[in-house]
């Protein structure tokens, strides 16, 4: 009979202790507010629930929604600081605050159509990439942040 190490026998014991022990009962009060707050949640109507829990056709017509205002964001830019453009030229702008914020759309809009004609499509995909990544890494550095700080505070620092 091969001979067990021995973490394989106190993993054993220690399961075995622990399955031995009473079960302890919650206290009626949380068992009564866990309930309430199912029966909350379940009276909830489904937009007010998670995305998830919506039916299909709804996160289909979310979706297809969100996509269409993206797409008329980038294709519209352009036409949209033309058109200020020309209501600016036609004095239709007369406010003095409004011209330099059409200026400032109308050079950002100019600044990215010279960038996508100088630069080789291999290099804008590159940059989103590396954006992505970068992204990426941040929203990791945060949540290990926030795990060692938050969800553990007094293990900070122990040493031992």
């Known amino acids: 009979m091969p001979v067990e190490p021995e973490s394989v026998l106190n993993d054993r014991l220690l399961d075995q202790v622990l399955r031995d022990l009473p ?16 029966e909350r949640r379940a009276a909830l109507p489904w937009w007010h629930r998670g995305f998830t829990s919506w039916p299909l056709a709804a996160r289909a017509a979310f ?19 033309a058109g200020a453009r020309i209501l600016n030229g036609a004095g239709a702008l007369t406010m003095s605050w409004i011209q330099p914020v059409v200026a400032a759309m109308a050079w950002a809009s100019e600044f990215s159509a010279l960038l996508v004609r100088v630069f080789p499509p291999a ?38």
């Open 123 to 160: 290099w804008l995909y590159g940059g989103l990439a590396a954006g992505a990544m970068l992204y990426a890494a941040l929203f990791g550095l945060g949540a290990a942040a926030y795990r060692t700080l938050y969800l553990r505070p007094s293990a900070v620092g122990d040493l031992q």
């Open 23 to 38: 079960l302890r009962q919650a206290p009626a009060t949380l068992e009564l507010r866990v309930f309430r707050e199912l």
């Open 63 to 81: 979706v297809a929604l969100c996509s269409g205002i993206i797409g008329f964001t980038f294709l519209a830019g352009p036409w949209a600081t």
